[in-house]
């Protein structure tokens, strides 16, 4: 089972980034994926997730209105499009995988988590 999320990069206030998060060695299909940032000296916390079974999606309140995750399982990829970056979404984001349970929303707590990834930075700055 791996993850490879990719994607970052530096971009100015305002301005826009995908990260994808492609799996190998199992298909999503089954599986819910979440998003997770770490900022310099903070923990690790959700930014956003989205089940398996039925597609709920979950965004943490900062970046509502302004990130959309999506599912291509016909590539195993998963997608974080994120617009109107501000510094403070400044990061190292990391997705992450587990089975889905059926009947349930994805599950933004990141140690119900399994598989992750090795993260990919975004810097927003001017």
């Known amino acids: 089972v791996q993850l490879q999320a990719s994607g970052g990069g530096l971009v100015q206030p305002g301005g826009y980034l995908r990260l994808s998060c492609a799996a190998s060695?199992?298909?999503?299909?089954?599986?819910?994926i979440g998003w997770f940032r770490e900022a310099p000296g903070k923990e690790r916390g959700s930014v956003s997730c989205i089940s398996s079974r039925h597609g709920s999606t979950y965004y943490v309140d900062p970046v509502k209105g302004r990130f959309t995750i999506s599912r291509d399982n016909a590539k195993n990829t998963v997608y974080l499009q994120m617009t109107n970056l501000k510094p403070e979404d400044t990061a190292v984001y990391y997705c992450a995988t587990v089975s889905a349970v059926a009947g349930t929303d994805c599950n933004p707590w990141k140690g119900a988590y399994d598989y992750w990834g090795q993260g990919t930075l975004v810097t927003v700055s001017s």
């Open positions: 060695g199992f298909t999503l299909d089954y599986h819910d």
